[in-house]
């Protein structure tokens, strides 16, 4: 089988793209990448035309389209099924672009994912499917802190608290100034906010594994990977209650009484 990923290369592909990518490959199945490189829905309509070429050549037998506005372009391009992975950021559209992904959704896509129940219920729509993105635990493990902070050339002494946003750290839903102001508000120079973004996929084990809490400030999120990324090394995450993390958290106060811990 061969599968087409149509997705944004505006800031290069995604590293969660490309991990269902490799997943995928490990069981035998083929995946071709096709990145669209433009702003808004004029930006992507000039697409259409291309890509309908190029699944002319590669036939692929089906396409897979991240976010919604590669999700219509491929629509348009392709006489192959069409399925649509929204990822948290597009469910939050208003007006016009909010319409058109809900006519997407009940007319147009062959099968819709969204990443977590928050997202289907933000939607509207019954017949989309929750499927988040899974962790390779065989990379994101718990590793020697010292070590890893040894690698980073971080000290061994401080508190590091974790924030991460792969693409562009000031991303309105990344919500930076609300993480700067918590350290703040904390006032110890021992605790120091370490800023992650535009680092490699394969590097992030060794930040995770170097820190001491992960802090997600998020207005809003799918199923946020960094979270299962920190939980599969064994890190503490302090998060704002968005997407999925509520029910990956699981029920903290059942846990706290297990082990005869007050809840904090």
Same mark, same amino acid.
């Given at each position: 089988m061969?599968?087409l990923?149509?997705c944004?290369?505006?800031?290069?592909i995604?590293?969660i793209?490309k991990?269902?990518?490799a997943? +995928?490959e490990?069981?035998? %199945?083929k &995946?071709?990448?096709?990145?669209? =490189?433009?702003?808004g829905?004029?930006?992507?309509? @000039?697409a259409?035309?291309p890509?309908?070429?190029?699944?002319?050549q590669s036939h692929?037998?089906?396409?897979?389209?991240?976010?919604?506005?590669?999700?219509i372009?491929?629509?348009?391009?392709?006489?192959r099924?069409?399925?649509?992975?929204?990822m948290?950021?597009?469910?939050?559209q208003?007006?016009?672009?909010?319409?058109?992904?809900?006519i997407?959704v009940?007319?147009?896509?062959?099968?819709?994912?969204v990443?977590s129940?928050?997202m289907?219920e933000? +939607?509207?729509?019954?017949? %989309?499917? &929750?499927?988040?993105?899974?962790v =390779?635990t065989?990379v994101?493990f718990?590793?020697d @802190?010292?070590?890893c902070r040894?690698?980073?050339k971080?000290?061994?002494?401080?508190?590091?608290?974790l924030?991460?946003a792969?693409s562009?750290?000031?991303?309105?839903?990344?919500n930076l100034?609300l993480?700067?102001?918590a350290?703040?508000?904390?006032?110890?120079?021992?605790?120091k906010l370490?800023?992650?973004?535009n680092i490699?996929q394969s590097?992030?084990?060794i930040?995770?594994?170097?820190?001491d809490?992960?802090?997600l400030?998020s207005?809003?999120?799918?199923?946020?990977?960094? %979270?299962?990324?920190?939980?599969a090394c064994n890190?503490p995450?302090?998060?704002?209650?968005?997407?999925?993390i509520?029910?990956?958290?699981?029920?903290i106060?059942?846990?706290?009484?297990?082990?005869?811990?007050d809840?904090v």
């Amino acid at each position: 089988m061969k599968i087409l990923f149509v997705c944004s290369g505006n800031r290069g592909i995604s590293p969660i793209i490309k991990a269902q990518a490799a997943s +995928l490959e490990q069981i035998g %199945v083929k &995946v071709e990448f096709y990145p669209i =490189n433009g702003k808004g829905l004029t930006g992507y309509v @000039k697409a259409v035309l291309p890509l309908k070429k190029y699944i002319r050549q590669s036939h692929p037998d089906i396409v897979h389209a991240h976010y919604s506005l590669c999700g219509i372009v491929a629509y348009l391009a392709s006489t192959r099924p069409v399925i649509t992975s929204l990822m948290g950021s597009d469910i939050k559209q208003s007006g016009f672009l909010r319409a058109l992904i809900i006519i997407a959704v009940r007319y147009l896509w062959h099968k819709t994912i969204v990443k977590s129940l928050d997202m289907k219920e933000c +939607l509207g729509v019954n017949n %989309v499917s &929750v499927l988040p993105n899974g962790v =390779n635990t065989s990379v994101f493990f718990p590793m020697d @802190k010292l070590q890893c902070r040894a690698e980073l050339k971080w000290s061994s002494f401080s508190k590091y608290v974790l924030f991460v946003a792969l693409s562009d750290s000031n991303r309105f839903e990344k919500n930076l100034p609300l993480a700067v102001e918590a350290i703040k508000n904390i006032n110890d120079h021992e605790i120091k906010l370490q800023i992650v973004s535009n680092i490699a996929q394969s590097d992030m084990p060794i930040y995770l594994n170097a820190s001491d809490l992960l802090l997600l400030t998020s207005r809003w999120e799918g199923s946020p990977n960094i %979270v299962k990324e920190a939980m599969a090394c064994n890190v503490p995450v302090v998060a704002t209650e968005v997407g999925d993390i509520k029910w990956l958290f699981g029920n903290i106060q059942e846990v706290l009484r297990s082990r005869n811990c007050d809840a904090v």
